[in-house]
C-alpha cells in the first residue's frame, strides 16, 4: 500500500512525504523497518506557483539490494531544485517591483 503524509503549518509550505510499504513476497514485516526524516518546512513565499507543491517532496520504498527502505535521491533533488527556483522567481520579481528590500 502506498501513504502520503502531509506536513503543514500555517505561513509554511507544506510538504508531502510519500511511502510505499509494499514488500516482496518473501520479506516479513517484522522486525519493523524505520525510516527517518526531515519534518522542517520552508516559509511560503507570497504569490510562488504552488505546482511543485503538489508533489510529494520524499518518495520511501523497500530496496530488495539494501533490504531496507530509502528514498529516491534523485526525485527528492529534482523536487527541491524546482520549488527553490520558483521561490527564487518570486523573490526576483518582488525586488524587481521595488517590494522586497
Known sequence: QRYTVE???????KKLISIDTKLPS?????PI????????LEPEVKGA????LDFPLVLISYNSQTDN???????????K???????????????KDGKLR
Do not use: H
Open 7 to 13: 506536513i503543514l503549518a500555517p505561513g509554511y509550505n
Open 26 to 30: 518473501n520479506i516479513t514485516p517484522f
Open 33 to 40: 523497518f524505520r525510516f527517518e526524516f526531515d519534518t522542517d
Open 49 to 52: 506557483d504552488t505546482y511543485y
Open 69 to 79: 527502505f530509502e528514498y529516491n535521491r534523485k526525485y527528492t533533488e529534482n523536487i
Open 81 to 95: 531544485r524546482e520549488i527553490s527556483l520558483m521561490q527564487e522567481e518570486i523573490r526576483k520579481n518582488k525586488m
